[in-house]
Nanobody, 125 residues
Framework: QVQLVESGGGLVQAGGSLRLSCAASGRTFSSYAMVWFRQAPGKERDFVAAISRIGASTRYADSVKGRFTISRDNNKNTVYLQMNRLKPEDTAVYYC??????????????????WGRGTQVTVSS
């Protein structure tokens, strides 16, 4: 089992940048594929980006491709989401999640067993 804690959210102007971090407990972090989802008020949780166990493969939602970068440091048990050129429509609570069974990088939320509590990102226009 793994526990996930997101950080790095905040308020930023449109065009700005933020880097989110998701720290995982445990000693088997490299056995988990990791993902970022987001949920805006009144909307469903949407896929943002995913990365495979050792970071060899990544996948992005079309809405963030070219602006966001997912990465991981298995020595630090942490996955990151670098967000550049932020837009007001990126405003949401951002969640990280972990999957040990499938290996990833999947955009299917059902494949992820462990979830953090989220961090708020607000982009002002």
């Amino acid at each position: 089992q793994v526990q996930l804690v997101e950080s790095g959210g905040g308020l930023v102007q449109a065009g700005g940048s933020l880097r989110l971090s998701c720290a995982a407990s445990g000693r088997t972090f490299s056995s988990y594929a990791m993902v970022w989802f987001r949920q805006a008020p009144g909307k469903e949780r949407d896929f943002v980006a995913a990365i495979s166990r050792i970071g060899a493969s990544t996948r992005y939602a079309d809405s963030v491709k070219g602006r966001f970068t997912i990465s991981r440091d298995n020595n630090k048990n942490t996955v990151y989401l670098q967000m550049n050129r932020l837009k007001p429509e990126d405003t949401a609570v951002y969640y990280c999640a972990a999957d040990q069974k499938y290996g990833g990088p999947s955009r299917d939320a059902n494949e992820y067993d462990y979830w953090g509590r989220g961090t708020q990102v607000t982009v002002s226009s």
